[in-house]
């Protein structure tokens, strides 16, 4: 019974494997292969010249290679020699220099990866600056994230998100450490936007990057890593221990967000009447601010004034009363 014959499969292994590396048995075949098929000869033989001239960048080489390959009746080589040819200088040039395209590439696949993590929660900003982040691993514990800023400014879109300023991402940044401290519930998804927003107006702190580049499954970690991001910034906030002293110390500071244009009058006022002046038995010092939030809770077009006034009320009601703490601190 003849042998049977080995698989395409097994001969093009063969021919793709340095010889040095076959067994004695698989040389045989390859062998015997070869002086049945001529054209097997003639593929090994083309495929192996190739070989040493692309490991030992030889590229001077190619055009020796190409015309061999021609002299050949092998349709699939000239359709590569062909393909080749029509590129030739930078298939020369890549064959010969040892430099190559593979960091670039490397980089392309980095910034897909990059894109889809933070998909829907920022625009180009971020993108550009989480493209030029390096990463180091720290004890083998996680990645710890550094920037690496670029000298020139990023390209300008036709549509582009307004960004803030350093000042606005770290007021937003204290804004939400007073409300935490004041038993407000502030979202996982908000704490890494503002992370995000510090991160693009150029706000550093080594735990920045960390809480700006956490995906959805790591939203667990945001609150640790925000309040780290606050100590590192000197923005940490602790209320006075006692409850009332608290009520008052919030009232102050919604009083403050509400006059600086920082805090809408109608959700400041709001705040004031539902979560202050409740707990502290609505004390004449507030009244004031409790009418505004009435108002602007209850307003109708039928009243004759516009939301723009009993805004402004609001605000001068804001000012005012805070005006009385600054006035106490500074006779103290």
Known sequence: MAARPPSSRSVAGWILRSPEALSESE??????????????????GHVRSFTTVLTERQGERLPDWLDAVRQDDLPSLHTLATGLERDRDAVIAGLT?????????????????????????AGFALLRKRV????????????????????????????????????????????????????????????IQAGLDALIAGVE?????????????????????FDQVLEELGLLFHPPADARAAKW???YWVAGQIADGSLDPAVGTDLIWADIAYGLGY????????????????WDESWGVSVEALNREAVEAAKHFFSQRSAAEAGD
Request: hydrophobic content about 40%; charged content about 20%; some cysteine.
């Open 283 to 298: 004390p004449v010092e507030l009244e004031p601010l409790v009418h505004c939030a009435h108002n602007l809770n209850a």
């Open 97 to 121: 220099l040892p430099w190559n395209s593979g960091v670039v590439e490397g980089h392309v696949n980095r910034i897909k990866m990059l894109k889809p993590q933070m998909f829907g929660r």
């Open 249 to 251: 110390a919030m009232a």
């Open 132 to 191: 030029l982040m390096f990463t180091e691993h720290a004890g083998g514990t996680r990645w710890q994230h550094r920037l690496k800023m670029c000298d020139s400014p990023p390209p300008r879109w036709p549509i582009e998100k307004t960004v803030m300023t350093r000042d606005d991402a770290l007021k937003q940044l204290s804004h939400i450490a007073h409300e935490r401290a004041f038993g407000r519930q502030v979202g996982s998804d908000r704490l």
């Open 205 to 225: 702190s080594p735990s920045l990057a960390m809480l700006a580049g956490l995906l959805r499954s790591e939203e667990p970690e945001a609150r640790a890593l």
């Open 27 to 44: 040389q045989l075949q390859l062998k015997t292969v070869s002086t049945n098929c001529p054209e097997i000869a003639a593929l090994a």
